[in-house]
């Protein structure tokens, strides 16, 4: 092994294999893979386009200062050093902040270490039957987390994956890929003396396979089909400081508007435009709050993409203006595929700026999606971008709110229905992306990720001032820059609920915190059991919609009867109640690139019981949700980390009753939800099980103690009404039995403009306190945006079931409670 080191790199090289290795100044190490060939020779004939994932400009690489004495180069600032020891011949390049890398002895083998000394055992370069191969060692109860959508459970450890957009409507625990690639894995180190967590990124949008303990439990293996990599290793102490550094690099959703966190109703289709209009006033009737409906397929002319059906949707522009003063917002689907159609205005346009993807022999390519015969943009090219941008003036100039994008894997009927992973053009269909004209293959994860780019584009372009809510099914690393993400056509089973969860949190752990599920399930018909219990679950995560497929039932919360119909608003009413807290979990998100659905070993990352636990989940760092997966069950397993809990859910879940703080419960409104209930909490004690009871109309739900809630005190229904609530904010306090000091910052702005990106905002610190003294600090951080509450009403919950309710002025101020 022979090394060099220039101003910013440690290149290793042995025989014809070559790493170059760099350092950011935040620690993230990024090692560029070459196999030479007989053709290729030189280290400088690199094929390597522009990243999909990591921003230009975003990675910079650490000056690096050299040789033995560097201690006060390092000690200077953020200037990486690299290190020599002729004896043993390892070579090191250090980060200033601690972590490290080493290549030593014979074949490239380097060792990643994290700042207190957690490391990847033998982490070794090679060529493989295809292109570079990398393999590591795996501890003995080491784990994984991550990999984006994925189906199984939360630990990745003991599988295969492979990176490769796919529709594949059939998710069972062991099928392989969906429709969406992430190339990143955090290895959580548990058996090398020191923990840790390195997250290891493969920079590429080709096919590649992630073998992590499959073939061999001690060895993790990722093989690529090209003869370059692209790695960045990212050592952390946890997996949040890893997730923190990973969205560092590829980037995080920007703050949606905040009607898109409210409820959110779908099904293929709702049409004409009556049914929508009847849809709409069922929820507004019954005192069910809702925020959007979508229009899926069957609102185009003959599922031509950016148009509308003459007969279903005569006139789109009057019926999104009704849904517009009824408080909706409407997203409507668009997919890639173009009608070939000589009279369909985008195909003609499309093909006089030739946009439209070729073959290798020059034809335009024609494959089949919904409307048949169909072509598909080349959205790898940035005048391809920019002309699908253009087209959605058929949208938005008649009031479309939002786009979702799907069958952009892309999905193509003229491939092999039983191998999916062919259920997409073939390989001699050629994209114009960063490496020059290629093969689809090369780019095939990043084809949906650049539609999104052309639609964020329209967004960009047509609604400057507002911010934009986009869904979409495929995606690749950074997808999250773009989108919220679907996990897809699930089922309505419970398996398929139970799957959700751990499908979010590595998602979240992936940097696409802005996920959901259809609730409900896609394909088949949901029992009105499963549906409340979907609906109590995911009126915790972050994209909240029901949607299902065309030839079901109906799917409204209201299509199971009355008693469901009662979840339904509970839950809905929960999830309106919920929003200052979960807009504030955004904000930090957006901050540190920690997920607003966190898993349970975020809690304690001491405690193997939570390690690979995938039944139950964390909303930020406070609210513990257990969701229940069986049918007929009434009850079930609660574990609780350490510390204490309380029990919230038997008063969280509420409806049709006005209680006043300091009066009896008096009968309301449906629809109405309070929190402003004086019934006190039971306190657990945690790092032990409870066997909980769960009635059909709640799951369980516990507050860590020492926890503020910002709340409001009643749902709006749809988010301009939340003017309506605004005046009071209800800041629950869950007092601690033992000293505690918790800081929660509330965040808000005006909800829907991009003012808060030039600084208008306003973030308030909450500093809680006791138990000597139960104190709450409220101090404004930032304050470049002037709305606020009127009123605090803070509500401490003591231990012994004791509750005092206070109302304050909302002002900055140190506020006793006794
Ligand atoms: C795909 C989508 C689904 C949608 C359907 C019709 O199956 O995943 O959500 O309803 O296409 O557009």
């Known amino acids: 092994m022979t090394h060099t080191i220039s101003s910013s790199k440690l290149e290793v090289r042995d025989g014809s294999l070559r790493c170059a290795c760099s350092v950011s100044e935040n620690g993230i190490f990024r090692v560029h893979v070459q196999l030479l060939t007989s053709t290729v020779t030189s280290v400088e004939a690199s094929v390597l386009g522009d990243s999909y994932a990591v921003p230009a400009g975003c990675f910079q690489a650490a000056p690096i200062s050299q040789g033995n004495t560097s201690a006060s180069a390092a000690a200077k600032g953020r200037e990486a050093r690299t290190e020599h020891n002729p004896s043993s011949g390892e070579v090191v390049l250090h980060a200033a902040c601690g972590s490290r890398l080493s290549a030593l002895g014979e074949g490239l083998e380097l060792q990643i270490q994290t700042a207190s000394g957690g490391a990847l055992k033998g982490l070794s370069f090679s060529r493989g039957t295809k292109g570079v191969e990398i393999r590591w060692g795996i501890g003995p109860a080491d784990r994984f987390y991550g990999l984006g959508e994925r189906s199984g459970f939360l630990d990745k450890r003991g599988r295969s994956y492979l990176m490769w957009n796919t529709d594949e409507p059939f998710h069972h625990e062991l099928r392989d890929p969906l429709y969406q690639s992430v190339p990143f894995v955090i290895h959580r180190l548990t058996d ?19 073998d992590l303990g499959e073939s061999d439990p001690g060895t993790a293996v990722i093989r690529t089909e090209r003869n370059e990599a692209v790695i960045y290793l990212l050592p952390g102490e946890n997996l949040f400081d890893v997730t923190s550094a990973y969205t560092w690099l590829t980037g995080r959703h920007e703050l949606p508007p905040r009607w898109a966190l409210g409820y959110q109703q779908c099904r293929y289709s709702y049409y004409p435009d009556s049914r929508v209009l009847e849809i709409a006033d069922e929820f507004r009737r019954r005192r069910i709050p809702c925020d959007v409906i979508y229009l899926d397929i069957h609102y185009m002319d003959g599922y031509r993409v950016f148009t509308w059906d003459p007969e279903r949707f005569p006139d789109p522009q009057a019926l999104i203006a009704r849904l517009h003063e009824h408080g909706f917002r409407v997203v409507t689907i668009v997919d890639p595929g173009v009608k070939i159609d000589p009279e369909y205005d985008v195909y003609l346009s499309g093909s006089a700026r030739n946009v439209f993807a070729r073959q290798a022999d020059g034809a335009v390519y024609a494959g089949e999606v919904w409307p048949g015969a169909a072509v598909f943009p080349d959205f ?15 949208m938005f100039d008649v009031g479309v709110d939002g786009i979702w994008n799907d069958m952009n894997e892309p999905a193509d009927f003229t491939g092999d229905v039983l191998d999916r992973t062919k259920f997409t053009p073939p ?56 989108a919220a993400v679907w996990t897809g056509d699930n089922d309505s089973s419970w398996a398929h609920l139970s799957m959700m969860i751990p499908m979010l949190l590595n998602m979240g752990l992936s940097g696409i915190a802005f996920c959901g599920s259809d609730v409900g399930g896609f394909q088949g018909n949901a029992s ?90 964390l909303v930020g760092a406070d609210l513990l949700v257990a969701p229940v997966l069986e049918p007929e069950a009434r009850s079930r397993v609660v574990y609780l980390p350490a510390g ?42 945690g790092g032990q099980e409870y066997l909980v009871d769960a009635p059909l109309d709640r799951i369980p739900v516990f507050v860590r103690a020492g926890a503020v809630l910002p ?18 904010l209800v800041l629950c306090l869950f007092a601690d039995t033992e000293a505690f000091s918790s800081e929660l910052i509330v965040y808000d702005d005006d909800r829907e403009s991009q003012a808060y990106l030039q600084g208008e905002f306003r973030r308030e610190r909450l500093l809680f306190s006791g138990p000597a003294k139960y104190q709450l600090d409220i101090s404004t951080r930032e304050s470049g945006y002037d709305r606020r509450a009127e009123r605090y009403r803070l509500q401490l919950y003591e231990p012994g079931g004791k509750v005092l309710t206070r109302i304050i002025e909302a002002e900055d101020g140190v506020y006793s409670l006794e």
């Open 644 to 685: 204490r809990w309380y029990r919230w859910d038997e008063v969280c879940f509420v409806d049709e009753i006005e209680v006043q703080a300091d009066g009896p419960g008096t009968p309301g409104t449906p629809g109405t939800n309070t929190n402003t209930d004086n019934r006190g909490l039971a306190l657990y004690h």
């Open 192 to 210: 090398s003396g020191a923990d840790g967590a390195i997250g290891l990124f493969l920079d590429d949008p080709g096919r590649s396979v992630f």
């Open 711 to 728: 709340l409001y005190a009643r749902a709006p229904q749809y988010e301009a009404d939340s003017a309506a609530v605004d005046a009071e």
């Open 427 to 482: 390989g001699d269909l050629m994209l114009d992306g960063s490496a020059g004209l290629r093969s689809i293959d090369r780019y095939h994860n990043v084809y949906g990720q650049m539609m999104c780019a052309a639609t964020a584009d329209a967004f960009a372009k047509q609604k400057p001032e507002l911010r934009p809510l986009m869904v979409t099914r495929a995606g690749y690393a950074g997808i999250q820059r773009y």
């Open 528 to 617: 009105g059991e499963l549906f409340a219990r979907w609906m109590l679950s995911s009126c915790f995560t972050p994209f909240f919609r029901a949607h299902t497929s065309t030839g079901t039932r109906d799917h409204e919360p209201w299509a199971f009867g009355a008693e469901v119909e009662g979840v339904c608003r509970r839950a809905i009413l929960l999830r309106g109640r919920l929003l200052p807290y979960i807009y504030s979990l955004f904000d930090e998100y957006r901050r540190t690139g920690r997920p607003l659905l966190r898993p349970m070993l975020s809690a304690d990352w001491d405690d193997p019981r939570l390690a690979g636990m995938w039944n139950q989940f």
């Open 380 to 394: 790898l090219r940035q005048d391809t971008r920019a002309w699908w941008a253009s087209q959605h003036h058929a």
